[in-house]
């Protein structure tokens, strides 16, 4: 079983303790959501875990790798989805997935391409557009699709429904736990805490660089999640 273990994570910046001693584990098919406001040290965490940074203090790791020291061995296992998805705008969804899976040294034939498009929700007819004619949320579709074809075990997701509509956020959410099913763990940084309420089999709210409120989805309404993250975030 694949499982992400984050222990003891502390980074600094000029002197300044950006996170302190953050601790939390993920099993596979399950995601940990990481709530917290501006400057809180989220976007930190998901560069740590990208191997991007490295930490001062401690150790992460996913399955057998050491995500510091043997990023680039476990890099084929991550799936990272941004805040804004960038793609070749003037290229197809499908001549898009080509060239991410050159670029990956993945042998994937259209026939696995249109079947991932279509397992995403996107037609065949979309599979022929131009990204230039995508929203935010079909250009997410195209993006999980290569998840599903890179067959990614440890997704990091960053702000993903933010400028999404209500049907938008729902969807991605439906695409989320179908790569739960599929035995992903999931590591997700949201303002949108409906959405984490729905997704997130644990959350943890940062404030200052430190982790508190360690909760299960099972321990509280969406209601008592709003209370606990504004009691965290304003006292």
């Not at 197809?92 to 040294?105: F, H, R, V």
């Not at 250009?139 to 702000?159: I, N, T």
């Not at 200052?208 to 989805?217: A, R, V, W, Y």
Request: neutral net charge; proline residues 2%; aromatic residues 6%.
């Amino acid at each position: 079983m694949k499982k992400l273990i984050v222990n003891q994570i502390s980074k600094s910046f000029e002197n300044k303790n950006v996170l302190t001693n953050v601790t939390f584990s993920v099993d596979s098919g399950e995601l940990f959501c990481l709530l917290g406001g501006n400057g809180a040290g989220k976007s930190t965490m998901i560069k740590l875990l990208l191997g991007f940074q490295t930490p001062d203090k401690g150790n992460m790791r996913f399955d057998k790798w050491d995500l510091s020291s043997e990023s680039e061995l476990v890099r084929k296992e991550i799936f990272y989805l941004p805040e804004q998805v960038n793609f070749y705008p003037e290229l197809s969804a499908i001549e898009n997935l080509n060239y991410l899976s050159c670029l990956s040294n993945l042998n994937i034939d259209q026939k696995s391409i249109r079947q991932a498009l279509e397992e995403v929700g996107l037609s065949s007819i979309d599979h022929n557009l131009h990204l230039t004619d995508f929203s935010k949320g079909m250009r997410q579709k195209v993006a999980l699709a290569f998840a599903k074809l890179k067959k990614s075990r440890l997704l990091l997701l960053d702000e993903p429904t933010s400028g999404l509509d209500p049907s938008s956020t729902r969807e991605f959410v439906s695409l989320i736990e179908s790569l739960k099913k599929d035995g992903a763990c999931a590591v997700l940084v949201t303002h949108d805490l409906r959405c984490a309420h729905m997704l997130a089999d644990g959350l943890g709210i940062l404030k200052d660089g430190i982790l508190h409120n360690s909760l299960t989805k099972n321990d509280l309404s969406l209601g008592e999640l709003e209370k606990s993250y504004f009691d965290s975030v304003l006292k």
